[in-house]
C-alpha cells in the first residue's frame, strides 16, 4: 500500500492509525491487512490469545520491525517515513526485557535519560518524578537484582517514560505478576492516562482490561476482528444490554410502567427481580427511576450487567479459533 494514502486520510485526533498493515513471516501471516485506529487519550487494549499477533504488530508500531505491506502513522507520522520522529516520542516496552541486576534503580533511570541526551539537572528532577509516580520512591537505592517481579516491571515502566514519551505501547505488562503487583501496574497506567498519555497495553487476561480501558481492538491469527468501544462490543455481538431492577412491591406495576419506557426493549419479572433490557449499552438508565416514581413504585435495587468481555471474547474469536 502506498505510503502517502495514510496521509489523506490522517486525523489530527488518532494517535495510531494503521492502513491494510501486513506482515508475514516466510508464509505464515502474522499480521493480515490491519486497520486500526487509536485515539489520543485512549487506554487501549489490544486482545487476543497467544500467537494472534500482538507483538508483532505492537514492534512494528514502535519501529523495531518494518511491515511487509500496508502502512501506519504513528502520532501523525508515517511509520516508514519518520521513523526517528515516531520513536521519540513513543515509550515502547517489550513483553521481556532484561534489566541490569547490578545497577542501582536511580543509576539505571538516569543512564536512559543520558541516552536521550537530557541534561544532568534535569535528569535528576524527572527520575525523582517518575520513582514517585511507578511508587518506587523508597527503592532508589536498590540494587535492581534485589527489587521483586513487581517492583522490576514498574521499572521497567519507568524507563519507557523517561523521555516523557506521548504514546505507551506497553507489551502484555502485567503477566506473570501476582494479583496484587498487578493492580498497582494498572493503577499507574490509569494516572498516566489521567495526565495525558496514550496507552496501548496488550494481554489476554480479559477481566482486567474491562474496567480498564475504554476502547479495544479483538485480533486473531493476525486478523482484526473489533475496533471499538468495550460496550460497543456487545453490540456487535448481540449481547442483550440489561439492567436488573428490585421493587420492593408492586412488581407488576413496575413491570407495565418499564415497558411503556421508549428506551426500553423488554421487562419481565425474574427471580423477584425485574430484568430490563434496554435499547442500546450507551441508552441512559435514568428513565427507570424517573418511571418508578411516577408509577408510585419504590426502587430498591439498580444495577447495569456489565459486560462480560471474556464472554464477548469466545463469541466473536469462535468463528477463528475452530
Ligand atoms: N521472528 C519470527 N519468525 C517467525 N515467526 C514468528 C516470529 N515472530 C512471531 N512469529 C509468529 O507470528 C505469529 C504471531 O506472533 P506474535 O506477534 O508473537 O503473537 P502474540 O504476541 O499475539 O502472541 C505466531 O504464529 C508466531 O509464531
Ligand atoms: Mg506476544
Not at 498493515?21 to 487501549?44: C, E, I, K, P
Not at 520522529?85 to 526485557?97: A, C, E, L, S, T
Not at 411503556?260 to 428513565?287: F, G, K
Request: hydrophobic residues 40%.
Amino acid at each position: 500500500m502506498d505510503a502517502n494514502r495514510t496521509s489523506q486520510v490522517s486525523d489530527d485526533s488518532l494517535a495510531v492509525e494503521t492502513l491494510n498493515l501486513t506482515r508475514r513471516y516466510g508464509d505464515l501471516v502474522a499480521v493480515s491487512s490491519l486497520n486500526m485506529q487509536v485515539h489520543r487519550g485512549d487506554l487501549f487494549g489490544f486482545i487476543g490469545s497467544n500467537g494472534a499477533g500482538k507483538t508483532t504488530t505492537l514492534r512494528i508500531l514502535s519501529t523495531f520491525l518494518i511491515p511487509s505491506e500496508g502502512a501506519a502513522r504513528v502520532l501523525g507520522h508515517d511509520l516508514k517515513r519518520e521513523a526517528d520522529k515516531v520513536r521519540h516520542n513513543i515509550g515502547y516496552m517489550p513483553d521481556f526485557f532484561g534489566v541490569y541486576k547490578d545497577m542501582e534503580v536511580t543509576e539505571y533511570l538516569d543512564f536512559f535519560g543520558a541516552c536521550y541526551k537530557i541534561p544532568f539537572k534535569k535528569r535528576e528532577t524527572i527520575v525523582r518524578d517518575i520513582l514517585e509516580l511507578v511508587g518506587l520512591s523508597e527503592k532508589r537505592g536498590a540494587l535492581i537484582g534485589a527489587l521483586s517481579r513487581g517492583m522490576q516491571q514498574r521499572l521497567g515502566l519507568a524507563r519507557v517514560l523517561v523521555h516523557d514519551p506521548q504514546l505507551l505501547l506497553l507489551d502484555e505488562p502485567a503477566s506473570g505478576l501476582d494479583p496484587r503487583a498487578r493492580v498497582e501496574v494498572m493503577a499507574i497506567l490509569q494516572e498516566l492516562q489521567k495526565m495525558g498519555k496514550t496507552i496501548i497495553i496488550s494481554s489476554h487476561i480479559l477481566s482486567e482490561l474491562q474496567n480498564l480501558c475504554n476502547r479495544v481492538a479483538i485480533i486473531e491469527k493476525g486478523k482484526l476482528i473489533y475496533c471499538g468501544s468495550v460496550s460497543g462490543v456487545t453490540e456487535q455481538t448481540g449481547v442483550d444490554p440489561v439492567v436488573w431492577v428490585e421493587v420492593n412491591s408492586e412488581t407488576g406495576i413496575a413491570v407495565a410502567a418499564l415497558r411503556q419506557l421508549p428506551e426500553v426493549t423488554e421487562a419481565e419479572e425474574t427471580e423477584s427481580r425485574i430484568r430490563v433490557v434496554m435499547q442500546a449499552a450507551d441508552t441512559d438508565i435514568s428513565c427507570i427511576p424517573e418511571a418508578l416514581v411516577r408509577a408510585n413504585v419504590k426502587l430498591v435495587g439498580l444495577r447495569r450487567e456489565s459486560v462480560d468481555l471474556e464472554d464477548v471474547y469466545l463469541q466473536v474469536t469462535r468463528g477463528e479459533t475452530q
